[in-house]
């Protein structure tokens, strides 16, 4: 009966949305905003905005770093997507970075940014993020905005429950969506599912002074579809906490199999439990092979290395180690509010928002409250652990943050709308409409111990009417509401790249003071660097011949190259030379097959070229650097494959009388 | 000289050590896109500051590249600052007022001689340009100021003691004022001795008459 009313209301809900965007585009999205709202939003020219936010650029792969309040576009990094802009993926140094186990892969979906956390609190020193196709974690470093390292997950495929840190970023985590066999098992049916396929709930130690990471071992639990996860705070520290859609465990038309349970589970994770039991030698070694890529900044390079083993634990052998809370239905988010106590679970299908007691939960689990086991896997009962439920909250919630002032915001994906609630009482405050399909939604500092609050901002799937119009590809967007006031007041509403699919925003401070202005030449070890003119030359091995360029404003040395010949692989290394802030330079040659440079100031780049024909090849800098940028070019001339041409090089021998 | 007098010297001589710690002179360098400027600070021994930044963008007019290493003034700055100081050290202890009165000559030859080969340098620094330089201005030279700013093309360059010019120039003050009184009071004190001699004399004589 139950659940035949939350059908009705979900298809309500979604004929709702056909009809309003349907019939009359453009008028949905006329609500007021505030007179002030601009005043609010208005960053004067040459002023900073007062927080960073790091949104994942979704299915571009990579992350883009928006201003707030102004919404202004500040930069795209680069994670696991090439990007020719930069030849991020396309130079020598970098291409490492995005190998894997299945080779180079170009591109990747990402999902949910998150800085690395110190006492609960974001510290800014390091943004992670997942690869959710081909499973992998990235992580940026936050000083120089630029991904240092990527290490793959086994086992796991969709990494979507992933990377959410514990709160010292003890351990980041991931977990497979689409439940697969593990590595070890080759070919198997797909009609053996329920037999076969795993979730691999993977734990990642990330070392407290350089960022590392390494897989410290992997919870093979039942093959569910594990969506999101969330770890505790202050006295649920030693938990984490992840949402499971599809107990059903099918395997096909999952849109209606996979609907059918009226509760799915919160999976409670003891990590400190699994910790020690790894310490004590337990689990077993099991044969892994995933790429674990590092970007050394001293060298200004990449290199890949593929791990061997990985530790796994088998949550059947270890009881106490993990137990199932059931949650209305397919929860996606599952989120920790400031204190830790409460956690709140957002069943995507589901008619109301459940939360969850820490207390509770322990209280269940030492009573044995169980209605039963899952896989031997104990699930305790609903209303032992339910500290109450947010009665009508709208439909589709997906995810809550929070504003430290003891309210919650939840997203609603179906009815298109952020709901305020009061989380001690779980009445509803406020509600105000997105525009339109809102998934993620962020509050700075929204998931940590003190959220800095102010604003909440709506990261939206579907724009429609908002913006002009630019054929059947549109923009997606972010919008900024203000969450000072009782009632929530829509500020800005501004585009994004990609896909927004979710963000983290941190106040600038913790990020402007450690900024990198340019990297030192006396610390660049890159082997092929030119720290001078003087080390500026051409050297032949075989087929295959190196240029040491270096790049100042505004010549290349050397700048004429002769005796390169048709089918010999040219890897020419630029050096920037110049050691100050904001000068970088580009550099492109005709007909490359491959993207252009750009090499920050005390940097060293490499672009490998290998010319398929006679001729003269131009090239020159791409990035606009000074007065005289034109004049920065110079010319390779390429002989045919077996020519005596020498190999010479030289620069600023006026030979235009010859 | 009188023991206040002894004193200031002293805190003179501990104003010139400053020398050794503290840039004496700056220059700066703003322009629209150098917001953050530059700036390059001279200290008794050597340059600091964005030296290779200023000398990346001089190469387009022509102008000479400054290395630290080619300044003879380098290598015999701080033998002399530590002669001036040995020598105001001396007349402070000794409280010698010919000492003192060499310390102030010394200074002021020091300082002089410091701000015409300042001067002669940017001269040839500013004119002494590459006649290959891409971009010449007719009639345009770049000698930065002696002192004050001074509109360069796109830079505006300023010239100014930092806070060990300072802190000299203010040793000089106290060393020349110190003088000032202590050749004051010496004539005060010689007109008293011979009033006095003067008083004498009259009263003899009038004791005679």
């Known amino acids: 009966m139950k659940r035949i009313s939350q059908t009705t209301l979900l298809l309500a809900g979604l004929g709702a949305i ?61 994670v696991f997507s090439q990007n020719p802009e930069n030849g991020y993926g396309y130079s020598e140094e970098t291409k490492p970075m995005l190998n894997t186990s299945h080779g180079f892969v170009p591109w990747d979906d990402t999902h949910h940014p998150e800085l690395s956390k110190t006492n609960g609190e974001d510290d800014g020193r390091w943004l992670f993020i997942n690869g959710n196709n081909t499973p992998r ?49 080759k070919d198997v049916s797909i009609g053996d599912f329920k037999k076969k396929f795993k979730g691999a709930a993977t734990f990642i130690k990330v070392d407290k002074n350089t960022g590392r990471m390494n897989i410290a071992f992997q919870l093979i639990v039942p093959g569910f579809n594990y969506d999101l996860a969330h770890a505790g705070k202050g006295p649920s520290h030693d938990w984490i906490f992840f949402t499971c859609y599809n107990t059903e465990q099918a395997n096909t038309l999952l849109e209606v199999n996979a609907s059918q349970r009226d509760k799915d589970f919160i999976m409670a994770v003891n990590w400190k439990k699994a910790e020690e039991l790894v310490a004590q030698g337990k689990g077993r070694k099991v044969p892994a092979k995933y790429a674990h890529n590092l970007y050394n900044e001293r060298t200004h390079s990449a290199t890949s290395a593929m791990e061997n083993d990985v530790t796994m634990l088998d949550v059947k052998d270890y009881p106490g180690l993990i137990y199932y809370i059931p949650c209305p239905k397919s929860p996606h988010g599952v989120d920790v509010e400031p204190n830790g106590e409460y956690f709140v679970a957002s069943g995507k299908l589901a008619a109301v928002i459940p939360v969850f007691s820490f207390k509770k939960m322990l209280g269940a689990i030492d009573q044995k409250q169980f209605e039963g086991d899952f896989d031997g896997i104990p699930v305790l009962k609903y209303n032992t652990v339910l500290e109450g439920e947010v009665q009508k909250p709208g439909l589709g919630p997906l995810h809550t943050e929070f504003d430290g002032k003891g309210y919650a915001y939840t997203s609603m994906f179906v009815s298109s709308e952020i709901v305020k609630w009061k989380v001690d009482t779980r009445e509803i405050i406020d509600r105000i409409p997105t525009y339109y399909s809102i998934g993620h939604l962020s509050v700075p500092g929204g998931d940590s111990r003190h959220p800095y609050g102010k604003y909440v901002i709506a990261l939206n799937k579907i724009t429609k009417d908002r913006y002009l119009p630019t054929g059947p590809e549109l923009t997606q967007s972010a919008q900024l509401i203000d969450i000072t006031g009782n009632k929530m007041k829509l500020l800005l509403d501004f585009p994004t790249i990609g896909e927004p699919h979710y963000a983290q925003t941190i106040p600038a401070e913790k990020i402007e003071k450690n900024s990198v202005k340019f990297f030192k030449l006396e610390e660049n070890d890159n082997p092929y660097a030119a720290k001078s003119e003087k080390e500026a030359r051409v050297v032949r091995k075989g087929n295959r011949v190196d240029v040491y360029m270096t790049a100042i404003r505004s010549h290349l040395a050397p700048d004429n190259i002769e005796g390169i010949n048709q089918g010999d692989d040219v890897y020419v290394h630029v050096t920037n030379l110049e050691q100050d802030w904001d000068v970088p330079h580009g550099f492109a040659i005709k007909g490359s097959n491959n993207s252009e440079l750009l090499i920050m100031p005390g940097e060293t780049a490499t672009l490998k070229w290998a010319p398929d024909r006679t001729g003269i090849f131009p090239f020159y800098c791409t990035d606009f650097c000074s007065a005289l940028h034109q004049e920065m070019s110079g010319y390779f001339r390429v002989s045919p494959k077996g020519s005596n041409v020498p190999l010479t090089f030289h620069l600023g021998e006026n030979l235009a009388a010859r | 000289m009188k023991t206040g007098s002894r004193i200031a010297i002293a805190a003179a001589m501990v104003l010139l050590l400053t020398a050794y710690f503290l840039p004496l002179w700056e220059i700066t360098l703003s322009a629209p896109q150098y917001p953050e400027g530059l700036s390059m600070d001279i200290w008794l021994n050597g340059i600091t500051g964005n030296v290779l930044q200023i000398n990346g963008l001089n190469h387009y007019i022509g102008m000479q590249h400054i290395d630290p290493q080619n300044f003879a003034e380098f290598k015999i700055a701080p033998y002399v600052f530590g002669l ?92 020349a004022a110190t003088l000032y009184i202590e050749i004051r009071n010496g004539k005060r004190n010689e007109k008293e001795r011979n009033d006095r001699a003067a008083g004498a004399l009259d009263h003899r004589l009038q004791s005679k008459a």
């Open chain 1, 18 to 78: 056909a009809i309003a965007s349907g019939c009359k585009a453009g008028k949905t999205g006329q609500a007021a905003t505030d007179e002030d709202a601009a005043k609010k939003v208005y960053v004067a020219p040459g002023k900073h905005d007062e927080l960073y936010m790091f949104a994942s650029g979704g299915f571009s792969g990579q992350i883009a770093a928006y201003g707030i309040p102004s919404g202004r576009l500040l930069k795209v990094i680069p």
């Open chain 1, 137 to 185: 974690i990235a992580r940026l470093n936050l000083a120089t905005f630029k991904t240092e390292e990527i290490l793959e997950l086994p086992n796991v495929a969709g990494n979507h429950a992933s990377p959410f840190c514990t709160e010292n970023t003890e351990y980041i985590v991931g977990n497979t969506r689409f439940s697969v066999p593990l590595d070890g098992d």
């Open chain 2, 84 to 175: 001036l100081i040995l020598i105001g050290s001396v007349a402070s202890v000794k409280g010698s007022r010919k000492l003192l009165i060499g310390l102030l000559a010394l200074m002021i030859v020091f300082a002089a001689t410091g701000f015409i080969d300042f001067y002669l340098w940017e001269y040839n620094y500013g004119h002494n340009l590459d006649p290959h330089a891409a971009i010449k201005v007719e009639g345009m030279y770049y000698q930065p100021p002696l002192v004050g700013y001074k509109q360069l093309l796109n830079f505006l360059a300023g010239s100014f003691p930092a806070t060990g010019g300072m802190l000299i120039g203010l040793a000089g003050i106290i060393t």
